[in-house]
């Protein structure tokens, strides 16, 4: 599978943008797909991800009430809305896919995903 990550720009705090991670050479159906962020000097931590078998997401604690996601799959795409975008979110996001082979039990929170897409940089300022 392979992705291709958008939708980053430059945005004011308290701004909104929605990123999306379009897929192909494989439906999502059988996938996880965590996003991810890598700050200037920090490490790449997930910000959310979504298991496309039984639509269980998971939101960081940075995350949690702000972002969602979601998954469009007659159009192969996942979704990231982040709302109240604050500076500390200014980073660049990058999506990945796991493949789940029907697996339901293990969360995406804790999968090792093997599919990158390149990242969308995303400035959260004034």
């Known amino acids: 599978v392979q992705l291709q990550a958008s939708g980053g720009g430059l945005v004011q705090p308290g701004g909104s943008l929605r990123l999306s991670c379009a897929a192909s050479?494989?439906?999502?159906?059988?996938?996880?797909i965590g996003w991810f962020r890598q700050a200037p000097g920090k490490e790449r931590e997930m910000v959310s991800c979504?298991?496309?078998?039984?639509?269980?997401?998971y939101h960081a604690d940075s995350a949690k009430g702000r972002f969602t996601i979601s998954e469009n799959n007659a159009k192969n795409t996942v979704y990231l809305q982040m709302n109240s975008l604050v500076r500390e979110d200014t980073a660049v996001y990058s999506c990945?896919?796991?493949?789940?082979?029907?697996?339901?039990?293990?969360?995406?929170?804790?999968?090792?995903?093997?599919?990158w897409g390149q990242g969308t940089l995303v400035t959260v300022s004034s």
């Open positions: 050479g494989r439906t999502l159906d059988d996938y996880a």
């Open positions: 979504i298991s496309n078998t039984n639509g269980r997401t």
């Open positions: 990945a896919a796991d493949r789940l082979f029907g697996d339901t039990l293990i969360s995406c929170a804790i999968r090792v995903y093997d599919y």
